[in-house]
């Protein structure tokens, strides 16, 4: 009978040829033999399927799933959770990459404290990081902290941040049927997600050590390749949590949850388009759409005369 799989790595992939290999050499590169990789690649337009297949002919543990078109990023994960066989599941990025000890150090915390989820550390690197296998498999068993309610990191400040998907491996049956919300294509799957599963958590577990190098590369509000429609996750996001999630967790959670998310909306769609002079119109109607989805009664004094003058807007 066949061993399942330690870990199963969920990668969606659209029109990322330029990163993908590395990726997937990350991915080969690792000290942790026992893994499955599951690429769903969501109707990518150029080289990305002959690269991918070039990597699965080299090891069966590589699969290729093709989506027969374009569905988002959440659509993919799902097809991606649908397939998975391992004790753990593991999310990368396609433009992203682990390194060499990752999952090895990840599962064994994860197997040592009985956590639902373990997360690492993550090193920004530049777009034009190219992943070179190395002998880096050093790490220690080192612990920042472990947190028997998970859902309190979703309170803080930077909790947009701390929802990111790819630094973790989270139990497979602690995930059970949760899946991603199809209304999100591009953005706020992260976010959702991590909502619907910490208030059921028992225990998260955080360390330092880098498991994930995360490529930064021009898709801002800066360039040519920004798409305006980013904007449109947040009215889709806070609709989402105002009709689904509002009974998982207590008032002073959503208090605390909505007056930071509020803070970050404004810098997303007030501060950055005025600082760069761009897609001012797209952001503002993003700003009013999303202020009608939030309850007022969790936003500070200030926050709500804020959002009762741009509902007042046309």
């Known amino acids: 009978m066949q061993k399942h799989p330690d870990v199963s790595i969920i990668i969606a992939n659209y029109n990322y040829a330029r990163f993908i290999g590395d990726a997937l050499e990350s991915i080969l590169a690792q000290t942790l033999q026992n893994w499955e990789c599951i690429i769903i690649d969501d109707a990518s337009t150029d080289d990305s399927v002959k690269i991918i297949t070039e990597y699965t002919n080299r090891d069966k543990r590589f699969r290729l799933i093709q989506q027969p078109k374009h569905m988002g990023v959440s659509a993919a994960r799902n097809r991606g959770l649908d397939t998975a066989r391992g004790e753990y599941i593991a999310f990368l990025d396609s433009d992203d990459c682990f390194t060499e000890y990752a999952l090895e150090m990840l599962l064994h915390l994860a197997r040592s404290t009985n956590a639902d989820m373990v997360g690492g550390g993550a090193q920004m690197v530049p777009e034009q990081f190219h992943f070179i296998p190395t002998k880096n498999t050093t790490w220690t068993v080192s612990m920042t902290g472990g947190i028997s309610k998970p859902s309190l990191f979703l309170m803080a400040p930077t909790a947009h941040k701390w929802c990111w998907l790819w630094r973790r491996i989270y139990k497979r049956s602690f995930i059970d049927q949760t899946r991603f919300q199809p209304c999100f294509t591009t953005f706020g799957d992260d976010l959702t997600f991590m909502l619907e599963i910490c208030y059921r958590a028992q225990l998260m577990v955080e360390t330092n050590n880098v498991s994930v190098y995360h490529r930064t590369h021009p898709n801002a509000i800066t360039t040519s390749e920004f798409d305006p429609h980013y904007f449109d996750w947040f009215p889709t996001y806070f609709k989402y949590i105002r009709e689904n999630l509002l009974d998982k967790y207590d008032t002073n959670f959503w ?35 999303s202020c009608r989805e939030i309850p007022p009664r969790y936003l500070t004094f200030k926050q709500r005369i804020l959002r009762w003058f741009m509902l007042c807007l046309k």
Do not use: G
């Open 255 to 289: 208090r605390s949850f909505f007056q930071n998310s509020f803070y970050y909306l404004m810098v997303e769609t007030i501060s950055k388009p005025k600082k760069y002079n761009k897609y001012q119109q797209e952001a503002k109607r993003a700003f009013i759409q």
